[in-house]
């Protein structure tokens, strides 16, 4: 198994607060991306990084900043939490974007904001 | 827009063999995934198709016709661990996967 960790698994926070999400790699990895699963929808993608300080927005990346100063490291931030960002989030890493480059997903984060 | 559709719930019998569809509609092609995904838990990988055909991999197979916009992934010899989610995700032009929403699979004894 890919070696992929979320902190944390789950928490639990207040409409207003901030949140940040952590995904750590020990694959060196250059490609890193977050998504949010929701019932009936399918994975989302928020944001994603090629490599570090290099990040660029996916197709839900509103209300969502992320940050990669290190190759291991992709930090998942909520400015101000809304209920609409309860969630199930997971990170993936690839090797590289395109072709036969399977995505390895970590264990996810449950998030539940009141 | 960009749409992916499989078939929310399907049910089959231990030992049997099952079909499970997924029609795409994307920006570009670069190929298909196929995740399985047993609830609570991480996706894991099953197989990619990019050219058309049938791709074997134990009692796992997956085919794929790009002019119909279509794939499948057949499971054969169900077991009951095989209850779980998947999902089919299409790589678009910009590399990005798109996925569908899942097909729940329940195996019944």
């Known amino acids: 198994d890919a070696g992929i960790t979320q902190s944390p698994r789950h928490k639990v926070t207040e409409t207003g607060t901030p949140v940040t999400l952590r995904c750590h790699q020990t694959?060196?990895?250059?490609?890193m991306y977050w998504y949010r699963q929701d019932p009936g929808h399918g994975l989302r993608l928020i944001h994603y990084s090629y490599g570090v300080k290099d990040t660029d927005k996916g197709e839900v990346s509103d209300g969502y900043s992320v940050s990669r100063s290190k190759t291991e490291d992709f930090l998942l931030t909520l400015e101000s939490a809304t209920s609409s960002q309860t969630s199930v989030y997971f990170c993936?890493?690839?090797?590289?974007?395109?072709?036969?480059?399977?995505?390895?997903f970590g264990p996810g984060t449950r998030l539940t904001v009141l | 827009g960009q749409n992916i559709d499989q078939p929310t719930e399907m049910t089959a019998t231990e030992g049997a063999i099952v079909q499970i569809n997924c029609t795409y509609q994307?920006?570009?092609?670069?190929?298909l995934f196929w995740y399985q995904q047993h609830a609570g838990e991480a996706p894991t990988f099953l197989s990619y198709n990019v050219l058309d055909g049938l791709e074997e991999k134990g009692r796992f197979s997956s085919f794929l016709s790009r002019s119909k916009g279509y794939s499948y992934l057949l499971l054969k010899e169900l077991q009951m661990k095989d209850s779980a989610s998947y999902l089919c995700?299409?790589?678009?032009?910009?590399?990005?996967?798109?996925w569908g929403a899942g097909t729940k699979l329940i195996i019944k004894p």
């Open positions: 994307t920006s570009g092609f670069n190929g």
């Open positions: 995700a299409v790589m678009d032009s910009n590399y990005q996967l798109i």
């Open positions: 694959e060196n990895h250059r490609y």
């Open positions: 993936a890493i690839s090797e590289s974007a395109g072709g036969y480059n399977e995505q390895f």
